[in-house]
């Protein structure tokens, strides 16, 4: 089975900087997706970002983007000019390839504060 | 843009009373997903389904819980005698097909409280 380590409780920034959230998982597949959820109070979960294993570029989204090590098992995930609506938790997901039957699975979450 | 939708937003109840928590998945979406959150805790995986059945479901997912997608439009997710360690934020997911990259699209979650 699949497992997801987010390592940091809690996280925080101030406003305009950049923070590095991490992340490792374990797998014996070769071929599965990884993401970022942000949960906002708001309570719904919102997909950040993306990343094929399969794919060795380096996912980005606007102020978003990742550093995922394959060998290593590591994806961190790196906010950029943080901004307050950024806080919320943000959790850390694995799939595979095939997985439209077991979805998800989680890390514990990453809570990010973001100091003004 | 097409949302996942979920009621009730907040539900208390008294344990041993039967909860039913409702979904509207998105409407071209095939796969649907309930997961769970007890308060300060990771998400966790309950049941998926699929073609009116069960695909997989976690050991969380035990006699107590059930699913069903009764008029192809709710996808249902039944306690029927709930705990108090049943008390959690509880997610409704949907996903189009197996050949998607695999983005799960989340409602808002129905929090659920057992006292």
């Known amino acids: 089975a699949q497992t997801v380590t987010q390592s940091q409780p809690e996280m925080s920034v101030q406003e305009a900087e950049t923070v590095t959230l991490s992340c490792t998982y374990d797998?014996?597949?070769?071929?599965?997706?990884l993401f970022w959820y942000k949960q906002p109070p708001s309570r719904q979960m919102i997909l950040v970002i993306r990343?094929?294993?399969?794919?060795?570029q380096n996912a980005t989204e606007n102020r978003f983007s990742v550093n995922f090590q394959k060998a290593a098992k590591s994806f961190s995930l790196k906010i950029s000019d943080s901004q307050l609506g950024d806080a919320a938790m943000y959790f850390c997901?694995?799939?595979?390839?095939?997985?439209?039957?077991?979805?998800?699975?989680f890390g514990k979450g990453t809570h990010l504060i973001i100091q003004p | 843009e097409p949302e996942v939708t979920q009621t009730p937003s907040h539900q208390v109840t008294q344990m041993g009373q039967e909860v039913i928590l409702r979904c509207v998945p998105i409407s071209n979406h095939l796969y649907f997903y309930w997961y769970r959150q007890i308060l300060g805790q990771k998400v966790e995986f309950l049941v998926s389904?699929?073609?009116?059945?069960?695909?997989?479901k976690s050991e969380i997912f035990d006699d107590q819980f059930s699913v069903e997608r009764p008029d192809g439009s709710n996808f249902t997710l039944k306690i029927r005698s709930t705990k108090l360690e049943d008390s959690a934020m509880y997610f409704c997911?949907?996903?189009?097909?197996?050949?998607?990259?695999?983005?799960?699209?989340f409602g808002e979650g129905s929090r659920l409280t057992v006292l």
């Open positions: 990343q094929e294993a399969y794919k060795q």
């Open positions: 797998t014996s597949e070769s071929d599965y997706y």
């Open positions: 389904f699929y073609n009116n059945e069960i695909s997989e």
């Open positions: 997901a694995y799939r595979s390839p095939g997985g439209g039957a077991d979805g998800l699975t």
């Open positions: 997911a949907s996903i189009r097909d197996r050949s998607n990259t695999g983005e799960l699209f």
